[in-house]
């Protein structure tokens, strides 16, 4: 709980800063706008905290975007698949490809790393394949479909929530009921610990990390149509890329372990929107923007190792106690 | 022997670690060209001896000289620019490399850091060919058998110059041809001049090999055996030592209907051995043997964490499969394994959470964990097994060993087994709750649990068991019930020794 408070005051202190140095970053328009880019990366950052708390990791969510926003294009556009039809498609391929990630590292014993490289690469290219390796995108059509990323909910003084950032809250709600209330987050969070100890405990443990990668690759599944939505385009070589090292970056700053075993939802969800106000406020104080990721790099290093620095203090007034 | 032959003298070596005093005052000296069987039960002090003489550990008190002079032992170089060597049980080559660099590991002629490889290859021919292995010294080590890695490893110590060669159970996992080898090779080194202490509890090999025996007991010197001396009878009866205080204390009652039972069940480390027996209700059964023996693997197999390669389980009252930890626990069976903290308790979690580990699918709600349950189970557990804490969402690894270990008992309580399987239940726990364990065994067996334990500590296993089954080499060698108990009994079983006393 102190690790949260930690980045809140953290997310806290950008917010003031960057409103003292620019107040247009309390404007409806801006917030409703960071607002709709923590709800699309926090759905990518809930998925791989799943994976990480199992101790994996998942390297080819960037990817995945791409191919199912590439698919779901071409679908709708190309092959005139119904709407429900298109979605259940691209999330469908989602699930397969989170099945097959869950079985290699499992059964095959292969290294998440590894084989969620190999996705990375693989998934980049087939998406580029769906498409010709041309940009595509809806035109005017479907505008009915791509409210579900831009349309909002409107607030007094002209404030709104869009979308994503409900679909957001709302799978964030869920992802917290499955890791801190049921069996499988319980042993999940064991099992990140000392698989072997579960697995000495009758649990089928491969189970737990296969569903793991499954609802990684689903979550990147669902960011990818998201995204395709709201930008109404997808560049196969380039949508999306890095996207899996946002989504990394926000779950280790909002508390998840590398080491497995550890992590919390709120974190996550604390974790992806001081990414998303940190770009913000690179763009709305005129910092020039090939700084971006060295302030986004250093602030994770500080976010980090205060925690470490913390843990360590009090490790060793607990030895002195 | 004159005592000009003495070449190593160790005198009242003395080495406390926390808990327990492993050496007490022991004393050896070993001649020039001599071959010195170290014997001694699990836990005789053997390999904290061994370890001393090769700097890996400094005692605490003690001499040791070196052709009459005082010499510390304070780091393996420094016993190894003393002429001393340790060949450890575990092979310590690197396997990705071939057999000329890991014979000069360190040693390597070079200049300014570039390793002059063709000198390098001749001296390592010359090595092999003084010794006659017969091994090219181009071969990546991974390729060569256990056995031919053995000797690439008294290579290496040669290649040092050792004098004295150290080999902790250097047999433990060669064939029989292999064994004779290395003796052969081991004989050739003594005729060069060598002296080497061989650490075996095979009596075989030691009656065949060594030129004179010094057995340890419980941390102390228990006597010598000069070679015509040497035989069964003697090392064992030296070994065993001391009269046994009689401390069966269990009052056991007689066994109800059979719980378990196992026909010619293989498993993955013996795949040639199979091993039949039964346990039944109420009965307390001990699994004696020497580390390695297979009684570890045989519970696993059972639990269905290690699936046995063919024979039956079966289990009263059970009719489904049983090839996984999650059908052993339908079916009645906890196993409280042999490594607490990696394989029993989750360290960083709470207290609560651990004992809840194992039953909570049971008392699970559609998936959703049942909170109120897991207070009840952690508040009934903890009172049950007596765990000291004053609040169970601590986490487990704040406990003491002994208390972590009835966490891990409490586990298993909370699913009800019919069948409890334990693995050195009481490995690096201290006296008191050693005691509280015996008699919670105690009373899980009057209440008609059926108990089947794996000990390498003998009084555990004399005092708490109604019958024992004593292993050898993954083969059960016999089968003891309580009358027909002793140390030495149990230890000619566990040393498969086939002359009678």
């Known amino acids: 709980m102190k690790k949260i408070l930690g980045i809140f005051i953290l997310l806290v202190s950008i917010c003031v800063i960057t409103t003292i140095m620019n107040p247009n970053f309390l404007n409806p328009f801006n917030v409703h706008n960071t607002l709709r880019w923590i709800g699309l990366f926090g759905v990518i950052g809930i998925g791989v905290s799943f994976v990480i708390i199992s101790s994996g990791i998942d390297l080819s969510i960037g990817s995945v975007i791409a191919l199912t926003g590439a698919l779901l294009v071409q679908l709708l556009t190309a092959y005139n698949f119904s709407v429900p039809m298109a979605l259940f498609t691209c999330m469908g391929l989602s699930l397969v490809i989170g099945v097959v990630h869950g079985l290699l590292i499992t059964k095959l014993k292969l290294k998440p790393f590894i084989v969620t490289l190999c996705g990375l690469l693989i998934y980049r290219s087939l998406a580029r394949l769906a498409t010709d390796d041309q940009s595509i995108g809806f035109g005017n059509e479907y505008e009915g479909l791509r409210v579900l990323a831009l349309g909002s909910v409107p607030l007094p003084g002209g404030y709104s929530i869009p979308f994503p950032f409900i679909i957001f809250l709302v799978l964030s709600i869920i992802a917290m009921i499955l890791l801190n209330k049921t069996l499988y987050g319980r042993y999940l969070l064991a099992l990140g610990r000392n698989e072997e100890a579960v697995r000495f405990s009758g649990i089928n443990a491969d189970r737990i990390v296969l569903i793991s990668y499954v609802i990684c690759s689903l979550m990147g599944g669902l960011a990818g149509i998201l995204f395709t939505l709201d930008l109404n385009s997808v560049q196969p070589a380039s949508s999306g890329n890095f996207y899996e090292l946002y989504a990394i970056a926000a779950a280790v700053l909002g508390g998840c372990s590398l080491r497995g075993g550890e992590g919390s939802i709120i974190g996550v969800m604390i974790g992806t929107a001081i990414l998303r106000v940190l770009t913000n406020s690179i763009t709305l104080l005129h910092i020039p923007d090939y700084l971006e990721f060295a302030i986004i790099g250093i602030v994770i290093l500080i976010g980090v190792s205060t925690d470490e620095v913390v843990r360590k203090y009090v490790s060793s007034k607990k030895v002195k106690a | ?501």
């Not at chain 2, 808990?19 to 039960?41: K, P, R, W």
């Not at chain 2, 639990?303 to 052993?328: E, W």
């Not at chain 2, 109120?372 to 097994?385: F, H, L, V």
């Not at chain 2, 500590?457 to 002793?486: A, F, N, W």
């Open chain 2, 1 to 501: 022997m004159s005592e000009s032959s003495v070449l190593l003298r160790a005198t009242g070596l003395t080495k406390q670690f926390p808990g327990t005093l492993a050496l007490d005052n022991v004393s050896m000296e070993l001649h020039q060209q001599e071959i010195l069987a170290v014997m001694g039960e699990n836990g005789a002090g053997k390999s904290t001896f061994m370890k001393i003489l090769a700097g890996i550990y400094q005692a605490d008190s003690g001499t040791i000289e070196l052709e009459g002079q005082g010499i510390t032992l304070n780091s393996i170089r420094n016993a190894q620019d003393h002429g001393i060597a340790l060949i450890h049980q575990e092979l310590n080559l690197a396997d990705n490399l071939d057999v000329t660099a890991n014979l000069f590991l360190g040693q390597e002629d070079h200049a300014w850091g570039w390793i002059n490889q063709s000198s390098l290859y001749l001296k390592a021919i010359d090595l092999l060919k003084r010794l006659n292995i017969d091994i090219d010294p181009t071969t990546r080590v991974s390729d060569l058998s256990i056995g031919q890695q053995q000797l690439i490893e008294i290579a290496k110590a040669i290649a040092i110059d050792a004098r004295i060669l150290i080999m902790d159970e250097p047999t433990s996992s060669l064939t029989q041809h292999e064994t004779e080898h290395l003796f052969t090779v081991i004989n050739d080194l003594r005729e060069r001049g060598m002296s080497i202490i061989y650490i075996s509890h095979r009596l075989n090999e030691v009656v065949e090999i060594a030129d004179r025996v010094v057995v340890l007991k419980d941390g102390q010197n228990a006597g010598d055996l000069p070679k015509d001396e040497i035989n069964h009878d003697n090392m064992i009866r030296l070994m065993v030592g001391r009269e046994m205080d009689d401390a069966r204390h269990r009052s056991p009652l007689p066994p109800g209907e059979v719980i378990l039972e196992i026909n010619d069940l293989v498993t993955p480390a013996h795949p040639n051995h199979a091993n039949s027996f039964k346990v039944c209700a109420g009965e307390v059964v001990g699994m004696a043997g020497l580390v390695g023996a297979g009684r570890t693997e045989v519970l696993e197999s059972i639990f269905g964490v290690t699936p046995a390669l063919s024979g039956s389980i079966s289990i009263i009252d059970y009719d489904g499969p049983l090839h996984n930890a999650n059908q052993a626990i339908d079916a009645g069976i906890g196993l409280v394994p042999e490594d607490r903290k990696l394989q029993g308790i989750i360290l960083e979690m709470s207290i609560r959470d651990n004992l809840s580990l194992a039953s909570m699918r049971d008392h699970q709600k559609n998936g959703f964990l049942n909170f109120p349950y897991e207070i009840e189970n952690s508040a009934e557990q903890i009172k049950a097994m007596s765990i000291a804490t004053p609040d169970d969402t601590k986490e487990v690894q704040l406990l003491s060993g002994g208390n972590q270990q009835k966490v891990v008992i409490g586990k298993w309580l909370a699913t009800h087994p019919k069948l409890l399987l334990l693995d050195e239940p009481t490995r690096g726990i201290d006296v008191g709750a050693k005691g509280e364990i015996y008699t919670l065994i105690d009373k899980l067996a009057k209440q008609g649990v059926a108990i089947l334990f794996v000990s390498s500590d003998m009084e555990e296993v004399l005092s708490l068991s109604d019958r024992v089954i004593v292993m050898h080499e993954g083969q059960i060698t016999g089968k003891l019930t309580k009358s027909e108990l002793s140390e030495e009994a149990v230890m000619r079983l566990a040393t498969n020794a086939t002359a009678t006393v």
